[in-house]
T-cell receptor, first 112, second 115 residues
Framework: RKEVEQDPGPFNVPEGATVAFNCTYS??????FFWYRQDCRKEPKLLMSVYSSGNEDGRFTAQLNRASQYISLLIRDSKLSDSATYLC?????????????FGTGTRLLVSP | DAGVIQSPRHEVTEMGQEVTLRCKPI?????LFWYRQTMMRGLELLIYFNNNVPIDDSGMPEDRFSAKMPNASFSTLKIQPSEPRDSAVYFC?????????????FGEGSRLTVL
């Protein structure tokens, strides 16, 4: 089983739609969680951290469910510019050192 | 700061040749990660270093792959001999040891094609 799993998509949605992605992780010792965004042929960049209490950044909401070992990302009022691949990242402390493991990513296509 | 710098940006080589990818992390960052990205497997963690010391190389696919970090400002990933299945984008990323955990800073990647 992969350490971090995501539905690869693609998710095709119209502008203005709300879309949600889920991600599951296998290591219960995982310490912290993040969503990254990757545009076509570019490097990944941090989108937002995911906190236990849930957190929001504009149109983006991230949530963590430690009991079920999954995290989610909700995008409201989708824009064309949101089209990208969204990567779930889990930080598994490895003998005191940080180890960041990526999911395979979920591709989002927002159409006019 | 210039960010993480990788070279070469693109490399096309023939099977059996040696390939060396280079990375200069952001000054002051304690961690350096090497990832490989393909359509089929996504971003795979190959190896990472903390203060120039390899911490976990369990993601290195086989003995043909090796990585070094001789000092805080330079790392290499070497493939010898290369094979067509090694074709991928190789990313280097650095992370500060303290502060905002999880904010990896990536280089632009090295796109490798092995014919």
């Amino acid at each position: 089983r992969k350490e971090v799993e995501q539905d690869p998509g693609p998710f095709n949605v119209p502008e203005g739609a709300t879309v949600a992605f889920n991600c599951t992780y296998s290591n219960s010792a995982s310490q912290s969680f993040f969503w990254y965004r990757q545009d076509c042929r570019k490097e990944p960049k941090l989108l937002m951290s995911v906190y236990s209490s849930g957190n929001e950044d504009g149109r983006f909401t991230a949530q963590l469910n430690r009991a079920s070992q999954y995290i989610s990302l909700l995008i409201r009022d989708s824009k064309l510019s949101d089209s990208a691949t969204y990567l779930c990242v889990v930080n598994v402390m490895n003998t005191g050192f940080q180890k960041l493991v990526f999911g395979t990513g979920t591709r989002l296509l927002v159409s006019p | 700061d210039a960010g993480v710098i990788q070279s070469p940006r693109h490399e096309v080589t023939e099977m059996g040749q040696e390939v060396t990818l280079r990375c200069k992390p952001i000054s002051g960052h304690d961690y350096l990660f090497w990832y490989r990205q393909t359509m089929m497997r996504g971003l795979e963690l190959l190896i990472y270093f903390n203060n120039n010391v390899p911490i976990d190389d369990s993601g290195m696919p086989e003995d043909r792959f090796s990585a070094k970090m001789p000092n805080a400002s330079f790392s290499t990933l070497k493939i010898q001999p290369s094979e067509p299945r090694d074709s991928a984008v190789y990313f280097c990323a650095s992370l500060p040891g303290q502060g905002r955990s999880g904010e990896l800073f990536f280089g632009e990647g090295s796109r490798l094609t092995v014919l």
